[in-house]
């Protein structure tokens, strides 16, 4: 395949003013107290993921190059749902930094709030562009499906081109967040504080005696999920959850014993986390030498500097 550079050593289209102004607006607009639970930063995280998590290795097509939830074929995908709030909370720095493309905007915001919340630093790197109509936006249903288990999460992740220990390192980030059960249809957080970052999540799984719980009508093919409580919890206090897709983790023989380190090991699940959600946001952003992407998928990929 072509011989590919590094992102870190092409030519980026932003100074690093730029780049660091778009960051402090950013991180100006995480704290919001009329918000789920006081933060913003978990719907950012979200939104660079699903503008990433389209992408299929083979035909490389998806990712986050393009922006494609701009269109209604991806952005009124209702595995979407809840997304166009990010999008919303995004559109004013959009508007102060025009210069910007949204897709380099979406995975940046992402890394910012990851980074805020106390996770890890995670590179990112500038070029993405935007399409200029929905021409190319990928397909609906590349993105997983909650209610499945571990072989849905290999058949969607591997097609990604990650491998068991992947998925599981990226699996933490649920520790960020909530379900609506009017954008998913699950309901509640995985972690007590969900707007900080941590290998809560992992511990929990391990840790906590989870029930099934049916929400809605079982016979009417409603969903289930997960709960449990934490010692101090009151039977009224909303209790914690897990989706089916995430407890498949600890059903898993590969998937298990990473989940037992990353709670053993908070640090190292921080550095893979990096290393992982860094590859998820790169994913079909194929650069040319002027530090753009392009949207033929052809130029290229690089390999790890
Ligand atoms: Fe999520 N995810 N995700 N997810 N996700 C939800 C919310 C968040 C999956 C399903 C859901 C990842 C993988 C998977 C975040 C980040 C990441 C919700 C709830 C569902 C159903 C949506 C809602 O109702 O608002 C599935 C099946 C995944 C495959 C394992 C990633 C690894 C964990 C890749 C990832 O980074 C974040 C953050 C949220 C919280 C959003 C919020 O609005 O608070």
Redesign the pocket.
Known sequence: SAQVIHPSKLKSPYTQEQVAAVKKDVEAILKNKDY?DGSIG??L??LA?HSS?TYCAETKTGGSNGAGMRYEKEGGDPAN??LQHARVFLEPIKEKHSWITYADLWTLAGVVAIKAMGGPEIEWYPGRTDFVDDARVPPRGRL???AQAQDH?RA?FYRMGFNDQE?VA?????N??????D????EGPWVNN?TRFSNQYFKLLIKLKWEKKHLGREAQGAHWQWIARLPHMDEEDEPLMM?P??MSLTLDDKFKPWVEKYAEDQDLFFKDFAAV?GK?IELGVTRDESGLAKHDGKAGEYKSA
């Open positions: 789920d978990p719907v995280v979200r993921w998590g749902a809840g997983p499906d909650a999460l969607i998925i990226l699996s933490g980030a649920h960020l967040g909530r379900c609506h059960a954008r998913s249809g699950f969900p989706l897709t995430d959600f998820l």
